[in-house]
């Protein structure tokens, strides 16, 4: 068990459609890391918050969004979504020592999307 | 430009044999280097880390990695490959420059361990 909690494990849904997914970092893990993977793609970095604030973002669509709630949780949402939208979406939180951290990532077990 | 490769997309062993998988990295200095593991259905887990000092390194599971300077190499080695290895090895690197610093992952070299 890593400590980082990612809801919900399943979802399935229509082309169109937003759903939102939910992370809790590891206890004191202030850096919340979003990847999504694929088959074709591979483990892509989507986007990185810090203390609440947008610290860096990879290869994000603009139909997704995401952000990191006071008590450091953090959520993606994933609007008009497609088909080639399905996928392993995880969460990661890492160790932070001073503000950047080591880049040690502690790893959710995902949230599977099925478009359909 | 700075990047990280695993040239073995899948890689087949027999159990109780050794298991060598190779990781390079582009980078101006050494920069932070990892191995994580992904079990099927599962997230991925940190099997070891090299950030200075003793150039082989350590991991769970009876795994090590060597880190070789002039090679630019970051190679997983473990001895005796049990079924249970069966899994997705990434091998991951972290700029050593002060600042943000971004996580990049290879991509993946998928282990299938037969008896």
């Known amino acids: 068990d890593s400590g980082v909690t990612q809801t919900p494990k399943h979802l399935i849904t229509a082309t169109g459609q937003r759903v939102t997914l939910r992370c809790s970092p590891r206890?004191?893990?202030?850096?919340v890391y979003w990847y999504q993977q694929s088959l074709d793609q591979g483990l892509q970095f989507l986007i990185q918050y810090y203390n609440g604030e947008e610290r860096a973002k990879g290869n994000i669509l603009e139909r997704f969004s995401a952000q990191q709630f006071p008590d450091l949780h953090s959520e993606l949402n994933l609007s008009s979504l497609e088909l080639g939208d399905s996928a392993l979406y995880f969460c990661?939180?890492?160790?932070?020592?001073?503000?950047f951290g080591t880049g040690e990532l502690f790893f959710g077990e995902g949230s599977r999307l099925t478009v359909l | 430009a700075q990047s990280v490769t695993q040239p073995d997309i899948h890689i087949t062993v027999s159990e109780g044999a050794s298991l060598e998988l190779r990781c390079n990295y582009s980078y101006g200095a050494t920069p932070y280097l990892f191995w994580y593991v992904q079990s099927p259905g599962q997230g991925l887990q940190l099997l070891l880390k090299?950030?200075?000092?003793?150039?082989l390194v350590q991991g769970i599971k009876g795994f090590e990695a060597e880190f070789k300077r002039s090679q630019s190499s970051f190679n997983l080695r473990k001895p005796s490959v049990h079924w249970s290895d069966a899994a997705e090895y990434f091998c991951a690197v972290v700029p050593n420059s002060g600042g943000y610093q971004k996580v990049t992952f290879g991509t993946g070299t998928k282990l299938q361990v037969i008896p």
């Open positions: 990661a939180s890492s160790v932070v020592q001073g503000a």
């Open positions: 090299y950030f200075s000092g003793d150039t």
């Open positions: 206890s004191g893990d202030l850096s």
